[in-house]
């Protein structure tokens, strides 16, 4: 600590202090040393003359007092007196008597003696009374005879007294030197540190100020004025530097002030090239659509007409081609949104196996003209009902897929899913598609991902492309969580393949169970040992006893061996083409050779088959290729493929009956007008035709709507423009305001939100389909159920579109037991308004704990009926009743409250019903 302090004074102080130290302690020790010596010396001289004076009494008295003692000892002591210092004196005998005493008179206390009796010497010893006395002892001698002992005690007072003298002395002594020494210290300090004060006052005004021109001035040779030059020559140097950096910098100033100039008018016209490639967007967007939307319009009207199954099949073909147009519109979107770093997911339910089917049967057309097999395999360990964003997935297996049908001649091209690991309702997929086409070169395959880029520049002469979707597909996948890759060597294929964590719905993934394929024995005939694999997978699950062969003459040798051993088949599987003997034919000789006895015969094909020669040849069905796990099941067990086409009404004309309404469709676009306004009118609502904005902000002030189906982009009026004038006026008129769904083909985010913003309550994309739009005016139109339909005991259900629950997949959940299912269906309507209310308790209340309990309670009671968008949005208020997080959950609940009342109304219908057709 003493350390810490003398650290922090002053240089001045510390060589003052220093000097006085050095000085105090020379002064102390020289102190010390010259008592010590002094008290020394004078002992010494005490002790020598007490012996003198001890052996000088000793000699007085006669050669015969020893014996009269009583008379002349004390005599003899009596001198002893004339020393002041003597306190005691005694002569002892021969034999250690005492022969004669003296003592001091002032001293009335009895005399201390002796402990022993020494013969000769001196010492010093401390009394009684804590006092430093000396005793000398000196023999009595007669004639060369020692005849008694002196002894002398003398106390050292007076050398007491000289010590303290000298010791006043020489403390007053140093006292003076320590004085001067202090003074001296002082002037010689300041030769020191004058100059370092000066040194250290220049050094402060200069950073304070800045001012590097001041110099400190010199005024001695030592090491100090050296330091000082040092110094000035820094400060030279400095003022040099800083004159330089001075230059320097006015002339970055000039440049920088040159290049922000610059910076500004480039980034004026990088915001005004940004703008107009949004502008170009949107409008790119909007003249695509546009058309896009009368395409897929019509298709969509075409659905509910009677239509033979080929021509259903080339209608569906031709939806799908229009989906796939739409799809290519929207990778040239989301390549701009990603670019801009807005590209935004969603986290919805979705069937996994369906969607991947239903994204390769967009290539058949494709491969028919090529001799490529197209194969999707998703196997059963696949948790196949999962959350995540079905559009980016078929948006990346859309693109992957082209890609191998684009570049393979011959062969086949593979698209499966498999687990890589599972953990607390999340799976981790791994999906590949795989081709056996011209391959890619390793050099190639490093840069394969990157944008603009394909293995070479003869690709895109030979087979097109801009080399933008694998780009694209690596983004979307790494946003995601996932990764991506791919594998190929020249010639031998490719195996492009990329992960993606998805989110398990563990209550809706149930398969329909097809007992009557249980314990049958089916024949694969099939040339690709990849369909081979997938359709005994598929049969397997099915409890099947499945038997493979590769060609036609295997397949008779089966049968032959089959029925030699009493165990015909049951069904056999035949692929349409086949090296040698093609499928047809071998149904031929099956059907000569066994007769009524033959097996059900089932084709497989990627191409149409006439009905006649079906017929023809006792063909029990056939079954499209790539084969779809639903639809192999549906066509073995003879269930139909397409349960709502056995319905009367179209799901269309249904929903006609469940709506009443008046609607306004603000539209610029003919083509437009009348696609929309046929699907409104099959929802049984009004409608009412406005060609601009300014006519639809007329036709309001006139008429009540309620809702307003508005287009954005129009000549005379907007329709952000005619939805301000509207919300104004409504403001202004105290109305209730109508609601307005944008209707654009400008799908960028900017124009979703622009379109909240200004007013509108709600957003749908063209191109329009019906299930698109019926989903948008579901939540503001009010359903009514004609009295007829109230009437009636035996209901007809769609097993997906238009109804709130799958009856199908129901029925499957109780093993086809309808009885079951109508107590099911009424105990639920007894409970749905308890279940209701808790969870909207708990979404007024804010309280997450009882949220997340009130809905797993809700989802877990209308599971039983597969009702999927009433289970993802239930499931939805349970994950945010567990993450605390109820933002929204309003919003969602109100989607919650109208598909519960379309379950009810529903499930009222079959609590009614003696018997239900599915």
Known sequence: MNLLLLKDLPIHRKIVLLIMLITGAAMVVVTILSLAFQARQMTREMAENLRILAGAVSQLGPIGYEYNKDTAADEILSVLSEDDTIELGLIYDRGGEIFGVYQKRKSKVKPELPLRLEYEGHRFFLSDGFTFNLEVFHPVVRNGKQIGTMYVRANLHKLKTQIYKSLLLLSFSMAIILFVAQFTARRLQRMITAPVYDLANTVRQISELGDYTVRVERKSGDEIGDLIDDFNRMLDAIEIRDSELHQHRHNLEL????????????????????????????????????PMNGVIGVLSLLKSAPLSDEFRRLLETATRSADSLMFIINDILDFSKIDAGMVEFESIPFDLR???????????????SQDIDLMCFVPSDVHCYVNGDPTRLRQILTNLVSNAVKFTR???????????????????????????????????LPQLFDKFTQADGSTTRKYGGTGLGLSVCKQLVELQGGDIGVESRVNEGAEFWFTLPLMQVPASDVSTQFHDLRQKRVLIVDDSATNQMILQHYLQDCLSLPVLASSAEQA??????????????????????????????LATEIGQLYGDAAPAIYLLTSGSISPVIAEDLGLSGVIFKPVRRSQLFDVLTQRSPHPAEEIKTSTSDELADQFSGKILLVDDEQINQKVACAILEKFGLNVDLASTGLEAVRMTDKNWYDLILMDIQMPEMSGFDATEVIRKRELKEEREPCVIVAMTANALETTRQHCINVGMNDFISKPIKPEALLKRIRPWITAEKPAD?????????????????????????????QRLLRDMAALFLTRKDLLLQNVHQAVEASDAELLDDAAHALKGAVNHFAADELISLAYQLEVKGKEGNLTGSREIFKRLQYQIECLAEELDLVAQSEELNV
């Open 789 to 817: 339909q109230m009437m009636v005991r035996e209901v007809s259900l769609p097993a997906k579109s238009g109804s709130s629950w799958d009856c199908t997949r129901a029925l499957a959940f109780v093993g086809g037991d």
């Open 255 to 290: 440049i920088v002030e040159e290049r922000t100039e610059e910076l500004t008018r480039r980034r004026d016209e990088a915001l005004k090239a940004a703008q107009a490639k949004t502008e170009f967007l949107a409008n790119m967007s909007h003249e695509i659509r546009t």
């Open 410 to 444: 011959k062969g086949e091209v593979v698209v499966r899913a498999e687990p890589i690991e599972k953990h607390k309702g999340k799976q981790l997929l791994r999906f590949s598609v795989k081709d056996s086409g011209i391959g890619i070169s390793k050099d190639a």
């Open 354 to 368: 369906e969607l991947m089917e239903e994204t390769i049967a967009l290539f058949v057309d494709a491969v028919n």
């Open 556 to 585: 008779l040798a089966c049968c032959a061996d089959a029925a030699s051993a009493g165990e015909f088949f049951d069904i056999l599987l035949v692929d349409h083409h086949m090296p040698g003997t093609d499928g047809l034919q």
